[in-house]
């Protein structure tokens, strides 16, 4: 298992409240992840902050535009040294292309470049009405196709998803997996949601964790449960 699989989404609409979430965390114990409300609200300036206090930062922009934009974005993104950052799957070949060629651009502090396939709040039932396959499993496995031919580091996949994803594409590939939720959490907008230990179990890599957290009465307590027993998790795979 990775040893530090979580990610924590700091979604907030302001920099004071995700550096004081931050400062009940321990950047030795997880990840954060900035996404489209801190960075509208609080700018660069907030990943800037959470890196000076040893977070890596996964850039959750979910980029989404004509090659050329998302390349300029992608060099931005990595020119500030975010540790992962992210594009839709959706954008097609030319533009995960673009981006891939842009973040390999930095030799140093290359960010991981991960790709979002199904977002994990739509059902099955919603497909259709984006134009998407009715089949949750052919549409991901249609967008995780993109994104691994044209050589991104892995995909924001559901854990549900994970076992086969991870068969048919291989150990190196990352799998990110929002839609988390503790078996005592209400499930909120999510509907494709799994237990942190139940994503591992089913190979998610990297486990995105928002309001479980966030909305804790102790989100510090909560993280090292989170933590001791996805160890304890390994310890029993390993015995
Ligand atoms: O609070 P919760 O654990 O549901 O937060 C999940 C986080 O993961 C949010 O920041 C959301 O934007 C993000 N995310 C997601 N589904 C995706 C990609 C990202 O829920 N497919």
């Given at each position: 298992m990775n040893p530090k699989p979580i990610i924590v989404a700091l979604d907030y609409d302001c920099a004071a409240d995700a550096l004081s979430l931050a400062a009940k965390l321990d950047p030795k114990l997880c990840r954060v992840k900035v996404g489209k409300e801190l960075h509208t609200a609080a700018g660069p300036q907030v990943v800037d902050a959470l890196m000076a206090k040893g977070f890596e930062v996964?850039?959750?922009?979910?980029f989404h535009d004509i090659p050329n934009t998302v390349i300029s974005a992608c060099k931005v993104a990595a020119s500030q040294g975010v540790w992962m950052m992210n594009v839709h799957a959706s954008g097609g070949k030319k533009m995960l292309a673009a981006a891939r060629d842009a973040v390999n651009s930095f030799n140093s502090h290359k960010p991981l470049l991960i790709a979002v396939t199904v977002?994990?709040?739509?059902a099955q039932d919603e497909l259709g009405d984006v134009g998407l396959e009715p089949d949750m499993k052919a549409a991901v496995l249609n967008y995780a196709t993109l994104a691994f031919d044209a050589g991104l580091d892995g995909v924001v996949c559901s854990a549900q998803e994970a076992a086969w994803l991870k068969a048919r594409f291989?150990?190196?590939f990352q799998l990110v997996t929002p839609g988390i939720r503790l078996a005592e959490d209400a499930k909120g907008d999510q509907s494709r949601v799994v237990t942190p230990t139940d994503a591992i179990k089913m190979g998610a890599d990297y486990l995105v964790i928002g309001r479980s957290i966030?909305?804790?009465?102790d989100p510090i307590a909560t993280l090292h449960k989170i933590n001791s027993d996805l160890k304890l998790l390994e310890q029993k795979e390993n015995a």
């Amino acid at each position: 298992m990775n040893p530090k699989p979580i990610i924590v989404a700091l979604d907030y609409d302001c920099a004071a409240d995700a550096l004081s979430l931050a400062a009940k965390l321990d950047p030795k114990l997880c990840r954060v992840k900035v996404g489209k409300e801190l960075h509208t609200a609080a700018g660069p300036q907030v990943v800037d902050a959470l890196m000076a206090k040893g977070f890596e930062v996964f850039l959750d922009l979910k980029f989404h535009d004509i090659p050329n934009t998302v390349i300029s974005a992608c060099k931005v993104a990595a020119s500030q040294g975010v540790w992962m950052m992210n594009v839709h799957a959706s954008g097609g070949k030319k533009m995960l292309a673009a981006a891939r060629d842009a973040v390999n651009s930095f030799n140093s502090h290359k960010p991981l470049l991960i790709a979002v396939t199904v977002l994990t709040s739509l059902a099955q039932d919603e497909l259709g009405d984006v134009g998407l396959e009715p089949d949750m499993k052919a549409a991901v496995l249609n967008y995780a196709t993109l994104a691994f031919d044209a050589g991104l580091d892995g995909v924001v996949c559901s854990a549900q998803e994970a076992a086969w994803l991870k068969a048919r594409f291989g150990e190196a590939f990352q799998l990110v997996t929002p839609g988390i939720r503790l078996a005592e959490d209400a499930k909120g907008d999510q509907s494709r949601v799994v237990t942190p230990t139940d994503a591992i179990k089913m190979g998610a890599d990297y486990l995105v964790i928002g309001r479980s957290i966030t909305h804790a009465p102790d989100p510090i307590a909560t993280l090292h449960k989170i933590n001791s027993d996805l160890k304890l998790l390994e310890q029993k795979e390993n015995a």
